[in-house]
Structures are given as C-alpha cells and as structure tokens.
C-alpha cells in the first residue's frame, strides 16, 4: 500500500471543517485589519532563500527541499513566507503604489525536511503578514496586536507576548562583536553548529537548542546593552504602544529569532496551556527593516510575522475549543416513486437560494433515509414521490419536532427562510 511520505498528513472529516473555519476566522481579521490577499509560488529560485532567510539558519543549511528544475536552475520549495512575499513587492513594483504603507497577508503550505514531532511536519500551513515601507513603532505594536487578538477571538487563554530588541546595523555589530569575545573562551563547550555559527553569526548561537541550557548561553552578553538610543527609543515606543493596546508583554532578551534578517523588534507570542509542553510559543516575528534592499530592492523597511496553523490546531485541541459552529445541514430530500429528475432540480435550486441540501443517491428504503437524515443532522426532510411531483405541493417534514407540512413548491424558499427566521428569534 502507498502510504503518504513522513512528516505529512492528510485532512478530512471534523479537521477539515475546523481548519476551514479556522481560515475563516483569520480572512475576516484580515480584512478589519484592511490588509491584501497576497499569494506566491510553492517553490522559487534557490538564491531567494539563501539571501533572504541567511545561510546560516538551519532552515537554510539543513532543512530546504532543493531540487534542479529541466531547465538546470536551482530551485527551492519554500521553507517560509516572508522571502517570497518580499521578492513579490520587489518584482511588481509595490513599493510605487498610491497607498503607503503596503500591507500584505498570506496563507499557504511551507516545507521543510527537519525531524517530524508533535505539532511540526515537514510539509505544513504558514498564515503570515508582511507590512513594508513603514519604519514607525507603531506599525510593530499592530503587527503584534494580530496574532495576539486571532488568540482572543479563538478563545485561548493565558496569552502573552516577549519582546525584545536587536536594534539597527550598528547596534548588532557591536553586539556581534561582545559575543565573539564572549565565547572565545567556550568555543569548545559549544555544539558543531555553534561552532560554525561563532564566525558567521553568533547571535545564532543564542537560538541554539541544543546548548540552550548552557551557563555560557544563559551568561552571554544582552542585545539590550548594545543598543544605541535611536534603536533604544524605537524598543520604548513600541513598549508604550503595546500598554496602550492592553497586551502583556514581557521583555526577554533571550528572543532573538532563528533568521539572520531581523533588526530592532523580534517578538513571540505563547499561550499558557495546561499539558502542551515546555514550549508554548505559537507565533513569532519582528521588524526587517535590511531584507528588501538584501534581495535587490531599494530600502524599505518591512514588519511582520508568521504562525504555523499546525500547532495552533494542537493548541485549541488541548484547550477543548471547537471551532465547528453548526455541521448540520438544512433540507434532506428523499425520491420516492423513482422522482429523480424531480429532486434533482429541487436541490439544484434550493442550493442556489443559499441552503445546505443533501439528497439519496442510492435508493434507500424510507425508513434508512430518515436515519440518514439523522446522521447529517437535518432540520427538514423533504419527501418526493407521485403525488408531489403531480400536485407541486412538497410534503416537509421538520426533522426534530416530527411536524409535517404541505407547502407549494413555488413557496419552498419562502417557507425555509420564514422557519430559520422563527428558529432564530427563538
């Protein structure tokens, strides 16, 4: 038997309906949010993300499904959002629009090729926003004040941001430069990869996993040290903007963010859910204000963030949080006396007026169709047979008081729209 490839999954019944909701849920926030709809490819060219996401993320190095396309070029399917959005506003020329600053959401699947665990696949649902050409601290606090209010309205509970700065060019250079020095002296208690992230980027170092626990990460100089009082006052604002919008937060130095392009505000939002494990952190981003001129752009600074829908289904899971509002259906319509044709145009027309319509396709006896009827949870079970199909007058059946109605066929939509309105106000 074919089985699908490790680190995937498939998606169907009750998890279907949820994650479609949950697409829902997160389209309209987009929109009070006045934000635009943008899609880019599955894969693109290698060199986007090796400049864009840096070649010292692991991401990068380790995780990327590469392949050579038959035309002999490098390609990549993408790992994240931000690289290919941003290539996007570079090659349609966003940055000339008329309306400034351009704010951009995207929602698709990112791949790649790490350890399949609980919460994270090797293929998975990214949901991002990606805003360029506004260096303001207020555009930080409302990309932070997104995910934060998609858990609110989700219903989770608990929810808490950090924040932290790693400033402009200068203020990470000098950083740079106190963390080389810092670990000269423990560069042998560090793993391989932070061995070769000492000469090529040591804030990685810092993003470490696996020597996360060390004395020598937990004693490592603070960005916050280093900033200087431009990208100080830049931290500040942001501080008192997030107060304003009643969001906690809490500065932790330890949040730099696994990707080389971020400067100034990196953030992570958790929740505190009881069971979930150690790590709560369900969203993550920050400010880019280096990575659209990095890819071939003109400066522009950018902003945003990314959360992967995976561990938020997980999430809601743990929390007991059902997003499937109503899985019934409206109308059931059952054929009798061999009235297809019939019940077919019934359906077709009901489904039109906007109601949910199920009909037998297989010939049930009467008493198996109101069982099925049942099962899909219809409120109205419409019987055709000889004598409708002569008079045009529908026998209706309300599936959960057992009353039966005659209505003329003409007046069926009438009839269903004036019960839902009856069954509302009650």
Request: hydrophobic share 35%; aromatic share 12%; charged share 30%.
């Amino acid at each position: 038997m074919i089985q699908k490839p490790k680190g995937t999954y498939d998606v169907y019944g009750d998890k279907g309906k949820t994650i479609i909701q949950l697409e829902n849920i997160i389209k309209a926030l987009m929109e009070k949010y006045n934000y635009e709809y943008v899609r880019t490819p599955i894969f693109e060219s290698s060199e986007l993300f090796h400049r864009g996401v840096g070649e010292t993320t692991d991401i990068v190095s380790k995780e990327t499904y590469d392949f050579i396309d038959r035309g002999n070029r490098n390609m990549t399917l993408r790992p994240e959002g931000t690289a290919g959005v941003v290539r996007s506003y570079i090659e349609n020329k966003m940055y000339g629009n008329v309306i400034q600053p351009v704010k951009n959401w995207y929602y698709g699947p990112m791949y790649r090729y790490e350890r399949p665990q609980s919460g994270r696949f090797r293929e998975f649902y990214q949901f991002g926003v990606e805003v360029f050409g506004c260096s303001s601290p207020l555009m930080d606090a409302e990309i932070i004040s997104i995910p934060v209010n998609l858990y609110r309205l989700l219903g989770l509970k608990g929810i808490k941001v950090n924040i932290n700065s790693l400033g402009d060019t200068e203020s990470r250079d000098n950083y740079r430069k106190a963390l080389v020095e810092y670990f000269k002296p423990f560069i042998d208690d560090l793993c391989d990869d932070c061995k070769e992230r000492y000469n090529k980027n040591p804030l990685r170092i810092l993003d470490c996993k696996y020597d996360a626990n060390k004395e020598s990460i937990k004693n490592a100089p603070k960005i916050i040290d280093y900033l200087n009082e431009e990208s100080k006052e830049h931290f500040l604002k942001v501080q008192e903007y997030l107060d304003a919008l009643n969001i906690d937060y809490e500065v932790n130095p330890n949040v730099v963010r696994g990707l080389d392009y971020y400067t100034h505000t990196v953030f992570e939002v958790e929740a505190s859910i009881e069971g979930f494990g150690a790590q709560n952190v369900l969203c993550g981003g920050g400010r880019y204000n280096n990575l659209v001129n990095t890819i071939g752009g003109i400066d522009t600074p950018g902003v945003g963030f990314a959360l992967g829908l995976e561990r938020l289904l997980s999430a809601l899971e743990f929390e007991n949080i059902n997003l499937i509002e109503n899985d019934s259906i409206d109308v059931y319509i059952i054929p009798m006396d061999n009235k297809i044709d019939y019940c077919l145009a019934l359906t077709n027309d009901l489904r039109l007026n906007g109601f949910v319509v199920e009909m037998d396709y297989m010939q049930r006896k009467i008493d198996k169709n109101f069982k099925q009827a049942d099962r899909l949870k219809a409120k109205y079970a419409i019987i055709i047979g000889e004598n409708e199909a002569t008079t045009n007058i529908l026998t209706v059946k309300n599936n959960h008081t057992k009353e039966e109605y005659k209505v003329k066929i003409e007046e069926i939509v009438d009839f269903l729209d004036e019960m839902a309105c009856d069954c509302s106000n009650h």
